[in-house]
DNA sequence: TCAGCTCTTTGATCCACGTCAACCCCTTTG
DNA sequence: CAAAGGGGTTGACGTGGATCAAAGAGCTGA
């Protein structure tokens, strides 16, 4: 299905325009006709299959990418092999906006699931965020969003203590499933225990562990990647109390 | 000196043209004639006493800021009022770009010393920007450096132990005090071991250890807040060796 | 359908860093 | 110059999460 529609031309005209993201993605706040200004430039789309990387730590950064369908996650790795976590990414998010600075970019995006993107290519958009001011501004907030998203998570790894990580985590996956139209108690994790852990700062020992004592309390049910919230209010709490530094 | 500098009209004139930062700054890359452009809209300057702030979480988002002389932290609070160091800005660095997403600021900024600032009005930036590409540019790629620094902070506190944390930190403000004309040796911290513990996500006793441990070990002499690097690398090679996850 | 994976869970043990507490050194102020 | 207070250092001790180890549970592909 998919695929028959990434051919038809149609759609290729009214991507940005037709698509159900444009509130989460870089159309939002445009005017009609400015977005179909996008869509001139977003013409290309890139198919990525489940572990296979978007682009890599060095790679000549040419293009920033907008999640169509699938999920993401993004890594740094250091030199002695070990890998951090930085991200992860779903519909509607932008990738690759780290690559701007030095004009490759400084970290790995990996698919978790087969997934698509729309390809911006850069230089475009910046010609064009210079003509349309509401792009202009979308683009700048979808960066600044990037870097308040950081702090959150720098907040959770400097300041908090592994349960109250989780708790963060599973809330904030939550409520961006929700804010795509699925479920906020019901959801599948398209990463691993490992990722997690790598992401929240934890050993996968630590993140099983700590999903294992959720389902105790009656907080969530586990099974393997699939995620029940039961009481999402009591994992709030959880969050408020016991910070570490 | 500064004050009388500050009222004279070619001061303000020159602003950006004359400022030794403008190689760290937003002025870098463009042309002459460009930077005068810019000029006219950082007319505005503020001093900041230290433990003052620039701006608080919740304030309106109205303009970023430059800094021409001293230095700052920003910082997230939790609800329970832990602090969570975000970073340390020094000269030519920009402050206030978590602002733009939420149309006001999601962090403190507060003077490590009496410092200075240029006020750049933030929708002034973006019609001047739409305007003169190499500053659009240069913006975007100011924005992406958060980013990706952002990014090396959480691979610091997601994956190294206490003292490559510390070194790693050490080995940052290094490079930039070089970078701003100063040694690259022997330098002041203005900020407190809390500080740097809150920034590295460890407490202000294990910072003191670490600091002790490396001047034990001939890396660094440490008197206070003065800090004179006597092996810089061994301090390379201690980050290298033993991450944790 | 089975073999060989990878991912996850759980238990036992260890240790890096947090916590608590005492003391020291500067700096500031009257 | 004395007193007060904010940093900083150091020691003793406790603990949260890492590490090591083993077994179970799901996929994948022949």
Redesign the pocket.
Same mark, same amino acid.
């Given at each position: 299905m998919k695929a028959s529609f990434a051919i038809t031309p149609q759609y290729v005209k009214a991507a940005c325009s037709q698509c159900n993201l444009r509130e989460l993605c870089l159309p939002f706040g445009l005017a009609e006709h400015e977005v179909d200004r996008l869509d001139e430039l977003v013409g290309a789309r890139r198919k990525v299959k489940r572990q296979a990387q978007l682009y890599r730590a060095g790679d000549p950064f040419e293009a920033i990418y907008a999640i169509r369908t699938g999920s993401f996650k993004t890594d740094v790795l250091l030199e002695d092999g070990r890998e951090q976590v930085t991200g992860f990414q779903m519909t509607g998010e932008i990738l690759g906006l780290d690559g701007i600075s030095a004009e490759n970019h400084s970290c790995n995006a990996t698919a978790l699931e087969d997934s698509e993107v729309c390809v911006i290519p850069f230089a475009r958009l910046e010609e064009l965020s210079r003509e349309v001011e509401s792009l202009q501004h979308q683009f700048h907030k979808v960066m600044s969003r990037e870097i308040v998203r950081d702090h959150g998570v720098m907040m959770l790894l400097g300041s908090? #203590? +592994? $349960? $109250? #990580?989780l708790a963060a985590f599973l809330l904030n996956m939550s409520q961006r499933f929700m804010a795509r139209g699925f479920s906020a108690a019901e959801f599948h =994790?398209r990463? @691993? #225990?490992? $990722?997690?852990?790598s992401y929240l700062? =934890?050993? =996968?020992? @630590? !993140? &099983? #562990? +700590?999903? &294992?004592k959720f389902?105790d309390e009656g907080f969530v049910s !586990? %099974? %393997?990647?699939h995620i029940r919230i039961l009481d999402i209010d009591g994992l709030k709490q959880l969050l408020g109390r016991c910070a570490?530094?």
């Open positions: 908090m #203590r +592994a $349960e $109250e #990580r =994790l990463m @691993t #225990r490992d $990722e997690i852990g700062g =934890l050993k =996968l020992e @630590t !993140v &099983s #562990r +700590a999903f &294992s389902q !586990v %099974q %393997q990647k570490r530094n």
